[in-house]
């Protein structure tokens, strides 16, 4: 079955005696007519999609509209000098994110999750925690079964589509997904997964989707870094003991709602906020030579 | 949805729908074609004629041309292979009355001078639905194993391609027939449960008034 809810996903575990990311796969595989060992494998290969894709990034790289590349690079020389303002670590988690961004602009081999646009919140996050914390790569994978378990109620609620609900559907999603992940990976139970989930989605309620000139680089690759940064205070929030007062599928109704409201111009037509910017209207015109 | 959907796919950048849903049209389109191009005349329209530049949909569909799955990562370099192996393409901007945002439409030609012409749209999450084969409408996203059979409209025909189906233990799941004009040319369009093996589909297209048998499987 799909979940229609994160109570009813949280409860479902909890008769099942399951822990939350097994009763995902347990319910996603039966439900697709799989084996577990084979979700898992699924699983597996996806993790090694991320790392090879983190692997390929190359500072020299630049998009086909030449926009885009190179940032992830300057960042990491940054983050690496001991200089930066928010450390060590962030600065890891936000030049991963931004280097993810720029693979995908620059025609590389990504991960969707949940899609192309916003594939740079969850390595970011995932990622740079197992390297700080020496994470096995099964936890990690069981760490991607609750983010895909937060999604799907994500996107059987609202929406996972920039271009119906606008970037809060694609960076937000992806930022509650990693959230709630990361509690899982913190040791926190599954009341703080949707807190962290309910956080994170909260603070990117509104986000429009205003790609320059239609393509998915500005903004799209530094909000990556905003959504796994956010992830980042959203879990560590929840792991202090704080709980978002509105219910995670309350907030996820809210994203919805709020997509359903927002103008055309504001859903990936590239014709809103910054795209119709005069330096994002003068890129556009230059790259089509209008 | 699927958790592999919130969680994937593995694909080439930087578009679900303007690349991995482009090179999945191209690919689609050549396992209909039964074979590598020589020639293919592509038309975009909508969003793939505005932006499909900077999203390298015109990469994509070429890469799809040549046999490649959305997350190859050749699919940037596909003009360069298409030129190696000899797959001459051209590209043309073009407003198609009533089509989806994110169109193509291809015609395919063979060495032999064969050709096939093929319009599909991309229509979100890397996902395609064709609309239009050999001038007849069409509506089927080759998301499951496809059956897609020529056939002279002549009484019986169906009937000898369900019959092998069945000898098959495969079962049909939808089953489409559009045809040109009475007793003209017919396609079938048939979406089945499991995979096709390629004797099964030689003993369709032995069977009399069957003009083509092309199968496309999920991957």
């Known amino acids: 079955m799909s979940f229609l809810s994160v109570k009813e996903m949280i409860s479902g575990a909890q008769e099942a005696g399951l822990p939350l990311w097994e009763y995902i796969m347990v319910s996603s595989a039966e439900e697709a007519g799989i084996s577990t060992e084979k979700s898992w494998e699924m699983m597996a290969m996806r993790l090694q999609a991320m790392k090879d894709a983190d692997a390929g990034y190359n ?59 916003a594939c740079g919140v969850l390595p970011a996050t995932l990622l740079s925690y197992a390297k700080k914390f020496d994470t096995s790569d099964d936890e990690i994978i069981r760490a991607m079964y609750v983010s895909a378990g937060f999604g799907t109620v994500i996107a ?22 990693a959230a709630a992940s990361l509690v899982y990976l913190h040791g926190g139970d599954e009341q703080q997964m949707a807190h962290a989930c309910a956080i994170a989605l909260k603070n990117m309620l509104g986000l429009v989707c205003d790609p320059v000139a239609g393509l998915v680089e500005v903004p799209c690759v530094k909000r990556n870094a905003a959504g796994a940064v956010n992830a980042l205070a959203a879990s560590d929030m929840a792991m ?51 | 949805m699927d958790i592999f959907d919130l969680i994937g796919p593995i694909m080439v950048g930087p578009s679900s729908s303007h690349t991995a849903g482009a090179v999945r049209i191209g690919y689609v389109a050549r396992k209909i074609f039964r074979e590598e191009p020589k020639k293919a005349e592509i038309i975009l329209h909508g969003s793939f004629a505005a932006t499909g530049r900077g999203h390298g949909t015109d990469r994509a569909l070429v890469a799809g041309l040549l046999g490649m799955h959305p997350d190859d990562s050749r699919i940037p370099d596909s003009f360069e292979i298409a030129q190696e192996r000899g797959l001459d393409f ?72 369900s019959e092998v189906l069945s000898r098959e233990k495969i079962n049909i799941a939808t089953f489409n027939v559009n045809r040109s004009s009475r007793g003209g040319r017919a396609i079938m369009v048939i979406e089945c449960d499991s995979i096709v093996s390629p004797e099964t589909l030689q003993h369709i297209a032995d069977s009399p008034e069957i003009l083509s048998v092309a199968f496309v499987d999920p991957d």
């Open chain 2, 90 to 161: 051209s590209f043309e901007s073009r407003e198609l009355r009533g089509a989806h945002p994110n169109t193509a439409k291809i015609k395919l030609i063979a060495d032999d001078g064969r050709e096939l012409e093929i319009s599909a749209a991309s229509v979100g999450g890397g996902r395609i639905e064709v609309r239009e084969l050999a001038g007849m409408p069409m509506h089927f996203t080759a998301d499951k194993p496809t059956l897609i059979i020529s056939n002279n409209d002549k009484p019986g025909s169906i009937a000898k391609v």
């Open chain 1, 59 to 117: 500072p020299a790289l630049r998009s086909r509209s030449g926009l885009v590349g190179g940032d992830g690079g300057r960042m990491l020389n940054y983050a690496r000098s001991g200089k930066s303002i928010s450390g060590d670590f962030m600065g890891e988690v936000i030049s991963a994110a931004l280097r993810m961004g720029e693979c995908n602009a620059c025609m590389h081999r990504i991960l969707a999750a949940p899609t192309a646009g």
């Open chain 1, 240 to 290: 202090a003991g704080i709980s978002s007062r509105i219910p995670a599928d309350e907030v996820i109704d809210a994203m919805a709602a709020v997509g359903e409201t927002m103008p055309a111009s504001l859903r990936e037509t590239g014709n809103g906020g910054v795209a119709a910017s005069p330096t994002g209207i003068k890129f556009r015109e230059e790259y089509f030579g209008k």
């Open chain 1, 156 to 177: 059987e609620r609202a929406s996972i589509a920039g271009a119906e609900a606008g970037c809060q559907a694609e960076v937000g999603s992806a930022s509650a997904m």
